[in-house]
């Protein structure tokens, strides 16, 4: 690998809450480990808390925003997997693609070539206080509810079950959800859009498991928008005013994404690093 220079420009602080509207089924451990008797079981924090993983939302974030550019289905996991996602394949073709560029590529290494994962996305956690007393009253876990759902084998028209289902209720929400974004090069600022247009396309789509059943509907609210550049870090002065205003949602931040662009843009360089 030849020599080369990574120069980061600055960061991109993307903070939200996201409001559960049909309930949630993120899936953790399945066996009767955990108190309630139910089959199937949401993944918990070490304080039993449901959470949503940074890995899921970001993976569901890529599949949409990869059907939606139409990107070709070609990678898996392992060789005997039959391909269920994209991946681009040449340093060419990588160096156009915005989706592999913002969500990274897994062994890149043969690339030769510097590949950088634009995109990081935390963990979130459960909002306690949005559990309401009228909630708990009807919730049979500490936080969650639990359904009875009956499987049909397709095959032999028989059902199967009935298993028990433990979701998150509508109206929960997770709250301080964190996605940073490093901006590498200028380009990189137009491929943010991607971000927005996948948190746009989850909001039509579903989160966890059993969404065309009707489960996993989540929007994203009380969007704040930073944008930190080096000399901000040399400085410590951090997400101090949000560059999105009242724009509070995706779609939002989408149709006003060039004045959006234009100030962070703006901010960048105005402290360029002296190379
Ligand atoms: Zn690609």
């Known amino acids: 690998m030849g020599d080369y220079k990574i120069q980061l420009l600055g960061k991109v602080i993307i903070h939200g809450d996201i409001e559960v509207k049909t309930g949630l089924m993120i899936g953790g451990i399945s066996s009767s ?23 899921s939302l970001k993976g569901k974030m890529r599949t949409l925003i990869e059907k939606k550019e139409g990107l070709p289905i070609n990678a898996a996991m392992t060789e005997k997997e039959q391909p269920w996602r994209h991946q681009c394949q040449t340093p060419e073709d990588y160096q156009k693609c ?14 030769k070539i510097p590949v950088l994962t634009r995109l990081i996305v935390r963990d979130t956690y459960l909002d306690e206080e949005s559990i309401t007393k009228e909630m708990k009253a009807n919730l049979e876990l500490d936080f969650t509810e639990t359904k009875m759902e009956t499987a049909i084998d397709r095959v032999k028209g028989q059902a199967t079950g009935p298993r028990t289902t433990e979701r998150v209720p509508a109206g929960a929400c997770f709250k301080d959800c964190e996605l940073i ?78 004045e959006i662009k234009k100030k962070i843009k703006e901010k960048i360089a105005s402290c360029l690093p002296a190379s």
Do not use: M
């Open 33 to 55: 480990l955990k108190i309630g008797g139910v089959d199937i079981s949401v993944i918990t924090d070490p304080w039993g808390k449901p959470y949503i993983p940074g890995s």
């Open 98 to 111: 915005s989706v592999c560029k913002v969500w990274g590529i897994i062994g890149g290494g043969d690339f």
């Open 181 to 258: 974004y490093s901006l590498f090069y200028s380009s990189d600022l137009e491929d943010l859009k991607k971000v927005f247009e996948a948190l746009e396309l989850l909001e039509h789509d579903y989160l966890g498991g059993s969404g065309t059943r009707g489960y996993g509907k989540v929007v994203f609210k009380n969007l704040r928008v930073y944008c930190n550049t080096v000399s901000d870090y040399e400085s410590g002065q951090l997400n101090l005013s949000p560059v999105n205003g009242d724009l509070k949602t995706p779609s939002e931040v989408i149709k006003n994404f060039e």
